[in-house]
């Protein structure tokens, strides 16, 4: 892809999948002297396959694209963004490789059961779901895949399918297959968690960026719930989204997180634990690792297989 000679493209992809540690990761790298991350976070722009992810963030045209990365400058040595839907598309890496061939990709993943879980209680937390079970959900996938029983709120229907985001196996598989060794890196959402430190250095040495000190890495994008649907909706319709981002171009940084952070807070109250403990979930779910096993198995298959090879010969994988 051709650029202007000022102007700065991305050069790393956070690419999934949801769920899987991605803003926590976003945000750490985001606050780097040397690296410039978009914003918005998400901009989809390259997942054609998915038309209504595709248009939720209103990243049309590539100039618009671009303009995301308009305001890097020299000393950002690594300049990416963070579609997690990437991952799921068919064609999302490869149209990436096609107009970056040197951009390198980091792909995040978790067991899939869990994954499905905690993606299904998001879709609840921003209203695109309707149903109050995951069993129901997971059983109306095919109608929805038909255009049938479509929450009226849920703006990119695709998201419904929660089998097809969770389907790691499958995604893990066409990542390799597609992005060159020394141009990819996988992390688990276990790992990440249990040493965040450990993980964020050597994300920082895949980009060949310097380690900037940092020992303070917070928990980000903890599971919520709407407090009260009318507000979340209101606060989450598209007039009030180009009112926050007229707000966040005049305020200062700091004010603007402050109000980022209110926003989030009037809008979503915070649930203990993601499984078992709310009423939302199946409390026989023994179905949903059934349905999932064999992506489990190959998503265990890939990463057993990458881990056999020597880091620094021809993988990069933190699993």
């Known amino acids: 892809m051709m650029a202007r000679h000022h102007e700065r493209i991305p050069d790393f992809f956070i690419i999934g999948a949801p769920k899987c540690g991605t803003t926590a990761l976003a945000e750490y790298l985001r606050e780097h002297p040397n690296v410039f991350f978009s914003d918005p976070k998400e901009p989809f722009f390259w997942c054609d396959d998915l038309p209504g992810v595709r248009s ?31 991952l799921m598309s068919e064609v999302a890496v490869a149209k990436i490789l096609e107009a970056y061939p040197d951009a390198k990709m980091i792909a995040m993943v978790r067991e899939p059961v869990d994954l499905a879980l905690s993606f299904y209680l998001q879709m609840l937390r921003f209203l695109h779901e309707d149903l109050p079970d995951i069993a129901q959900a997971w059983e109306a996938q095919e109608s929805r895949a038909r255009g049938l029983r479509v929450p009226r709120h849920a703006r990119a229907p695709e998201l419904l399918q929660y089998r097809q985001v969770a389907s790691l196996g499958t995604q893990l598989e066409r990542f390799v297959s597609l992005v060159p060794a020394d141009q990819r890196m996988i992390i688990e959402l276990d790992n990440l968690a249990a040493d965040p430190g450990r993980v964020y250095s050597e994300v920082l040495a895949f980009l060949d960026v310097p380690h900037d000190g940092r020992d303070d890495f917070p928990r980000v994008n903890e599971a919520s719930l709407p407090r009260w649907s009318p507000l979340t909706l209101l606060l989450q319709s598209r007039s009030a989204e180009r ?15 402050l109000a980022k952070r209110t926003k989030h807070n009037a809008m979503y109250a915070p649930i203990e634990g993601e499984q078992g403990s709310d009423p939302r979930l199946s409390s026989e779910a023994a179905w949903l690792y059934e349905s999932l096993a064999e992506e489990s198995d190959r998503m265990r298959a890939v990463l057993a297989r990458l881990n056999d090879t020597p880091l620094g010969e021809s993988e990069t994988e933190t699993t």
């Open 243 to 257: 009112l926050g981002k007229t707000l966040k171009r005049r305020l200062p940084g700091a004010l603007s997180r």
């Open 56 to 86: 939720l963030a209103g990243v049309r045209f590539l100039e618009d694209y671009l303009a995301l990365f308009s305001r890097a400058r020299p000393e950002h040595k690594a300049v990416g963004e963070g579609s997690t839907l990437y």
